[in-house]
């Protein structure tokens, strides 16, 4: 990442609190520009802010880059093949911290720009991390949900026939019913339960799936991860209409 900076040549030692490519006029010397600008007549610039890579580990950036289009069209280089071009601006970026400083940089220089919204990338990350935090709560609540049965049973209070029941279904689904759909119709498991129990079937069909498609078959069956997913659907379908009756009790109670 190059970012082209501005320095005051006639007092190299002077310092500010702002960025130097923020070259705001200072009280005590002339305006930049004065009707100048450095950059080429027909040069639009473009100003976004940055995802994070995908190959570090660090914190997303929260500054603000500006960056210039084209103004020539790109060409394959006949030799290597690389694309190459004319326009030598392109090289140019310059890091603002804010977005208002980006663009009161581009109306100085008289630029024409054009302000480019976070890329649906970065919001791809955010949504995948939420996701991720949600199966980690979820496998915490079904954790949970386990030990408690698990307490019960060893303080006599007569779950230990539940708690064997949910352990034989997370482990072996296969085995303990018929078909995908018996996980949904099971009036002992609770909503959160019957979905552990439905993805750790489809974990186990997919791994069946991955043995058959390498030349190492199991079981001597076909796959079953359409019925787990149809079985998936069909609790999902539930769980909305669930909730959906739940909402008025909800305010009812709020009110």
């Given at each position: 990442?190059?970012?082209?900076?501005?320095?005051?040549?006639?007092?190299?030692?002077?310092?500010?609190?702002?960025?130097?490519?923020?070259?705001?006029?200072?009280?005590?010397?002339?305006?930049?520009?004065?009707?100048?600008?450095?950059?080429?007549d027909g040069v639009t610039a473009r100003i976004y802010q940055p995802c994070r890579s995908a190959t570090t580990s660090a914190k997303p950036r929260k500054d603000w880059r500006l960056i210039f289009e084209p103004r020539t069209a790109p060409f394959i280089e006949p030799l290597m093949g690389y694309t190459g071009g004319r326009d030598t601006l392109t090289q140019v970026q310059l890091d603002f911290p804010t977005l208002e400083a980006a663009i009161r940089y581009a109306?100085?220089?008289?630029?024409?720009?054009?302000?480019?919204?976070?890329?649906?990338?970065?919001?791809?990350?955010?949504?995948?991390?939420?996701?991720?935090?949600?199966?980690?709560?979820?496998?915490?609540?079904?954790?949970?949900?386990?030990?408690?049965?698990?307490?019960?049973?060893?303080?006599?209070?007569?779950?230990?026939?539940?708690?064997?029941?949910?352990?034989?279904?997370?482990?072996?689904?296969?085995?303990?019913?018929?078909?995908?759909?018996?996980?949904?119709?099971?009036?002992?498991?609770?909503?959160?339960?019957?979905?552990?129990?439905?993805?750790?079937?489809?974990?186990?069909?997919?791994?069946?799936?991955?043995?058959?498609?390498?030349?190492?078959?199991?079981?001597?069956?076909?796959?079953?991860?359409?019925?787990?997913?149809?079985?998936?659907?069909?609790?999902?379908?539930?769980?909305?209409?669930?909730?959906?009756?739940?909402?008025?009790?909800?305010?009812?109670?709020?009110?």
């Amino acid at each position: 990442m190059e970012t082209v900076q501005s320095s005051d040549i006639r007092n190299p030692t002077k310092t500010s609190g702002r960025p130097d490519n923020d070259n705001r006029p200072r009280l005590d010397e002339p305006a930049l520009s004065m009707g100048r600008s450095v950059f080429p007549d027909g040069v639009t610039a473009r100003i976004y802010q940055p995802c994070r890579s995908a190959t570090t580990s660090a914190k997303p950036r929260k500054d603000w880059r500006l960056i210039f289009e084209p103004r020539t069209a790109p060409f394959i280089e006949p030799l290597m093949g690389y694309t190459g071009g004319r326009d030598t601006l392109t090289q140019v970026q310059l890091d603002f911290p804010t977005l208002e400083a980006a663009i009161r940089y581009a109306e100085r220089q008289g630029l024409n720009h054009v302000v480019q919204a976070p890329s649906s990338g970065c919001q791809a990350k955010v949504s995948n991390r939420q996701a991720s935090e949600q199966r980690h709560v979820f496998s915490d609540v079904v954790w949970q949900r386990l030990q408690l049965a698990w307490l019960q049973a060893s303080h006599n209070y007569g779950a230990g026939a539940k708690a064997a029941h949910i352990q034989t279904a997370l482990s072996e689904p296969e085995t303990f019913y018929a078909s995908p759909m018996e996980v949904v119709d099971d009036p002992v498991l609770a909503l959160d339960e019957k979905l552990a129990v439905l993805k750790n079937w489809a974990w186990n069909e997919y791994l069946i799936d991955l043995a058959t498609a390498e030349g190492m078959p199991e079981n001597a069956r076909p796959t079953r991860r359409d019925e787990v997913e149809l079985a998936l659907l069909a609790l999902e379908g539930r769980t909305q209409r669930f909730q959906t009756r739940l909402s008025p009790v909800c305010s009812r109670i709020a009110a």
